[in-house]
């Protein structure tokens, strides 16, 4: 049983930042990719950034590129946010997966609000 804990969220003024983790627990590692998707007050939902342990592939969206870092440590997935602008304001999940299992596991979600 995968289990995803994120923490991190909060509020923040526009230009600041952030650093949201999250820790997997049950997640096999070699195969494993842990990634970000964000839903915002408008429920539109964005794969913000991934990380692919299979071929150390690494993705963004062009809303994060430039902006955003993922990184991970083991079973642990970061995802730094600076200059972050009001439009990234959403509910952030982290979700993770392996090439093996068909399922998608998805964290509680942390709220990031950006003020103007």
């Known amino acids: 049983q995968v289990e995803l804990v994120e923490s991190g969220g909060g509020l923040v003024q526009a230009g600041g930042s952030l650093r949201l983790s999250c820790t997997a627990s049950?997640?096999?590692?070699?195969?494993?990719?842990m990634g970000w998707f964000r839903q915002t007050p408008g429920g539109q939902r964005e794969s913000v950034a991934a990380i692919f342990e299979t071929d150390g592939r690494i993705y963004y969206s062009n809303s994060a590129k430039g902006r955003f870092t993922i990184s991970r440590d083991k079973n642990t997935a970061y995802l730094q946010m600076n200059s972050l602008k009001v439009e990234d304001t959403a509910v952030y999940y982290c979700?993770?997966?392996?090439?093996?299992?068909?399922?998608?596991?998805w964290g509680q979600g942390t709220q990031v609000t950006v003020s103007s």
């Open positions: 049950g997640l096999p590692f070699a195969d494993s990719r």
């Open positions: 979700v993770a997966g392996t090439t093996t299992d068909p399922n998608e596991y």
